[in-house]
């Protein structure tokens, strides 16, 4: 069965600084990865994933996320938060087993940013 | 380029009212559609999916169904509410790339 796991309810992060939104996964064979933000009342918005190629994925609104492998984690970062990064932040995966339709998501991230 | 829509927005019912969540999706063909729910805290369910018209898998068992009489229609139903359908409901579809496309939502409060 595939899971995911965002061990930190919330993040909190002064503006400017680094963020970073963790993400660690499981799935049978290689994965397929992805990174949501929601906006309250809204629906997800897609900021990037990883499929093959290269480790470090770049997205939308200067995210970026790291595939590693042999941690299994997917740790979603950015180098200099903005206040209108406060969000809820949802890692999800989808393993590639035939006929596997499905994704599995995490169970969200709180960001806060402190002006 | 794609959209998808949901409505109601917003939807208040009492307790044993039925209920019709629709969702269309544009600018796309046969794509897998799916119905999630939020509850308040902020994980995501699934609920059904759909790989194409009149084909619906559940993934709970509940007092929910779904149905899908057109390629790009999807569409949530009771027959009577519970208090523990209260919630936001989200209708994503599945792009070429393998990436799902959420809706706006539903919030839907049942009183």
């Known amino acids: 069965a595939q899971s995911v796991a965002q061990p930190e309810d919330q993040v909190n992060v002064a503006e400017g600084n680094p963020l970073t939104v963790k993400c660690t996964y499981s799935v049978s064979g290689n994965p397929y990865l992805f990174w949501y933000v929601q906006y309250p009342n809204r629906g997800l918005q897609f900021l990037l994933k990883y499929i093959t190629g290269d480790n470090l994925v770049k997205g939308s609104y200067g995210f970026e996320a790291e595939f590693n492998k042999s941690q299994t984690s997917f740790h979603l970062k950015k180098p200099s938060a903005l206040v209108s990064d406060s969000a809820l932040y949802f890692c999800?995966?989808?393993?590639?087993?035939?006929?596997?339709?499905?994704?599995?998501f995490g169970k969200g991230n709180q960001v806060v940013v402190i002006p | 380029s794609q959209t998808i829509h949901q409505w109601p927005a917003t939807l208040v019912q009492p307790v044993g009212s039925p209920l019709s969540l629709e969702c269309t999706v544009e600018?796309?063909?046969?794509?897998?559609l799916y119905w999630y729910r939020q509850a308040a805290g902020r994980g995501l369910q699934l609920l059904f999916y759909?790989?194409?018209?009149?084909?619906i898998s559940s993934e709970v068992p509940q007092n929910l169904s779904a149905s899908r009489p057109q390629d790009r229609q999807f569409i949530l139903s009771s027959k009577k509410l519970l208090l523990s359908d209260s919630g936001f409901y989200l209708c994503?579809?599945?792009?070429?790339?393998?990436?799902?496309?959420f809706g706006p939502g539903t919030r839907l409060t049942v009183l």
């Open positions: 994503a579809w599945r792009g070429r790339d393998d990436t799902q496309y």
């Open positions: 759909s790989v194409g018209i009149g084909q």
């Open positions: 999800a995966v989808r393993g590639l087993e035939n006929g596997n339709n499905r994704l599995a």
């Open positions: 600018g796309t063909s046969n794509p897998n």
